[in-house]
């Protein structure tokens, strides 16, 4: 009984292998290193870790946010109205999307993780701040067909390197077992930064910026949809984006963010 000689890969293959590994044991060497000079600090403070993300004092400065909350806004309130309440905003001016949930308060330390993670190439936070997203979210995911980012425009998108939203609900959407569509909703100009503008500013910025190709419209029609973002301030940059999705007949827009600005208290309706 004969035996076939086992093919060898070609040598090219062989070499690019061997590189590979090198290449490897090099980076896990020298992040080895880097750790040993440098010990891993906290985002926040900037205190020794010792793992990634926050020390035990930041973390406990986190405001998450649980029930009770607006029904519509997830806006929380001090005190449980019983189920079902709106707050005065969602009463007085509602959204174009469903409903919206935030793992966070933003203040201080959620800020310092967004601009991280925004800024500062971060990307490895987006795994944790994505699971808190996804336990605040559990709800608007129940059912979901896709999570969609909020789009860059494609000259920030080059400076940035990166979409942050993006970054997020791909953790979110392995979290659910949810498709990520970045191929449904695009940024159609180039907008101003937000920060620092008015309520009215903020929402004419976006006014318009956002649409889903013509192409895309049978896989939006009919789908219970989730935009995912990073900061809900206003809500004038989902709100339009839900416009958008729902000019395309999208079943519902929900919108999931990691932190929103709760602004003082106000009693609910």
Not at 133 to 147: H, I, K, S, T, V
Request: proline share 7%.
């Amino acid at each position: 009984m004969s035996t076939q000689p086992v093919p060898m890969r070609p040598f090219h293959a062989r070499l690019r292998g061997a590189w590979n590994a090198c290449h490897d044991a090099g980076r896990r060497a020298a992040r080895l290193a880097l750790d040993i000079a440098l010990p891993t600090q906290c985002i926040a403070c900037r205190e020794p870790v010792a793992g990634e993300g926050l020390c035990p004092a930041c973390w406990a400065k986190l405001s998450f946010i649980a029930p009770p909350y607006c029904a519509r806004l997830g806006i929380p309130f001090v005190y449980d109205p019983g189920p079902g309440l709106l707050s005065m905003e969602a009463i007085a001016s509602p959204p174009a999307y469903q409903r919206a949930r935030a793992a966070v308060r933003y203040d201080e330390i959620a800020g310092t993780l967004v601009q991280a993670l925004k800024y500062q190439d971060r990307t490895d936070l987006a795994p944790a701040m994505g699971r808190w997203m996804a336990r605040a979210g559990a709800e608007l995911l129940d059912g979901a067909d896709a999570l969609i980012p909020v789009p860059l425009h494609w000259k920030r998108g080059w400076s940035r390197r990166y979409n942050q939203s993006a970054a997020l609900a791909n953790v979110i959407g392995r979290e659910a077992d949810i498709p990520v569509r970045t191929d449904l909703l695009r940024r159609t100009r180039a907008t101003h930064q937000q920060v620092g503008l008015s309520r009215t500013e903020r929402a004419r910025n976006v006014q318009g910026a956002f649409a889903v190709a013509t192409d895309e419209r049978a896989a939006v029609a009919g789908r219970r949809l989730v935009l995912v973002d990073d900061v809900l301030t206003s809500g004038a940059t989902v709100d339009a984006c839900a416009r958008a999705l729902l000019r395309a007949k999208a079943a519902s827009v929900d919108v999931l963010v990691f932190a929103r600005v709760v602004e003082a208290f106000r009693p609910p309706i």
